[in-house]
């Protein structure tokens, strides 16, 4: 098995990137949909979510209000801290159990937002970091997102910064190109992972080649 973790900037085409892998084969583990999982109505992930922040935090149908929880803990470090301290086990619980669940040989993805943010390189055996310029990403989150150009930058603000992703990458997938010089650039990097994985690799392991 290699586990791969993979990442980028918001608008850099991470989910795309995702997508392809899947379609060679790849097992994906999204963090993002596990952490939705671990605080749906009934979890213990979302009592303990009301029993820190209160009843305030729920919709009117028991589900998690999303845009209010939000509202309390962004502009707080102290807040934010302890809501990881809720859903980041839970995610990385799951997250263990689905990847304990993959095939021996399987190329296992796992992708993750905030893996530069949260310091969680050392925990796969390769880092792929999908990458675009400042601008690209800008155009995007604008003109597909519909985002205002004020919110786009401070989401881009909000995450680590572009030098420290590639400080981490094994593998850089460039994603300033057109869609099929991607599933191209794609395709050559499934090569190089399903090598990996037939060789049973420990630890680090060599870095395909640059995209």
């Known amino acids: ?14 989910s795309e990137v995702s997508r392809l892998l899947v379609r060679h084969g790849a097992v994906l583990i999204d963090a993002d949909r596990i952490a939705r999982e671990v605080v749906e109505p009934g979890t213990p992930g979302l009592a303990a979510v009301v029993q820190e922040f209160g009843p305030d ?5 028991g589900s998690l209000d999303r845009p209010r929880l939000g509202s309390l803990v962004f502009a707080d470090p102290e807040r ?9 086990p839970l995610v990385g619980r799951r997250s263990r159990e689905l990847e304990e669940s993959a095939a021996p040989g399987s190329v296992v993805v796992h992708d993750v937002p905030l893996l530069a943010e949260n310091g969680l390189a050392p925990l796969y ?3 792929i970091v999908v990458d675009v310029a400042p601008g690209t990403q800008l155009d995007r989150l604008v003109r597909l997102r519909g985002m205002s150009e004020e919110d786009a930058r401070a ?6 910064t572009r030098e420290k992703r590639l400080e981490i990458a094994d593998v850089v997938i460039d994603n300033d190109v057109p869609l099929e010089e991607l599933r191209n650039r794609v395709a050559r990097v499934w090569d190089e992972l399903v090598a990996g994985a037939e060789a049973g690799r420990e630890g680090r392991a060599s870095a395909p080649p640059q995209e």
Do not use: E, S, Y
């Open 80 to 88: 934010l801290a302890a809501l990881n301290a809720i859903v980041h």
């Open 1 to 14: 098995m290699l586990k791969v973790g993979l990442t980028g900037g918001i608008g850099a085409g991470k």
């Open 57 to 61: 935090v729920l919709a009117a149908d």
């Open 125 to 127: 055996d390769l880092v």
């Open 155 to 160: 989401r881009m603000a909000a995450q680590a």
